[in-house]
């Protein structure tokens, strides 16, 4: 028997800004909001216990944005990194200088509270 990943639980300033953010990046939808102000969100059709984590956006006075000892990848499922790119900063991703050479295979951004995250190049199937 095996575990599996079911929440990546995110503190940050803005719980309502980065559920925004992050359900359009995933194609999310909200799942439930706790009374500290907490909110999930998750696939529309499976949510809590599906194939795919939740995310979960809790409040936090001290949010540590930037370098974090873990961040999340995306890919892209229904277009090229460079229109997935494009997308994603109209919805509120910046660039993020992390030292890169120029000949990565990936974009580095920060989402709108400055946690780092990278879109990958290689295109996945939709589930």
């Known amino acids: 028997m095996a575990c599996r990943i079911s929440e990546l639980v995110l503190d940050c300033a803005d719980p309502e ?5 992050w359900s359009e990046v995933l194609g999310y939808v909200e ?3 706790e009374d500290d102000g907490s ?4 696939p529309p059709d ?3 216990g599906g194939p795919q984590p939740t995310l979960v956006l809790s409040p936090s006075s001290d949010p ?3 370098k974090l000892p873990l961040h999340i990848d995306v890919n892209a499922t229904d277009r090229d990194q460079d229109a997935e790119l494009e997308r994603l ?3 509120g991703a910046r660039p993020a200088d992390v030292g890169q050479t ?3 295979s990936w974009h580095c951004l920060t989402d709108p509270e400055g946690n ?3 879109l990958l190049r290689t295109r996945l199937q939709p589930l």
Request: with cysteine; hydrophobic share 50%; net charge neutral.
């Open 46 to 48: 499976a949510g809590f």
């Open 102 to 104: 120029g000949n990565e």
């Open 39 to 42: 909110i999930e969100i998750g």
């Open 31 to 33: 799942l439930g909001r």
């Open 64 to 66: 540590r944005a930037g």
């Open 116 to 118: 780092e995250f990278c």
């Open 17 to 21: 800004r980065l559920a925004a953010f």
């Open 89 to 91: 900063l109209a919805l």
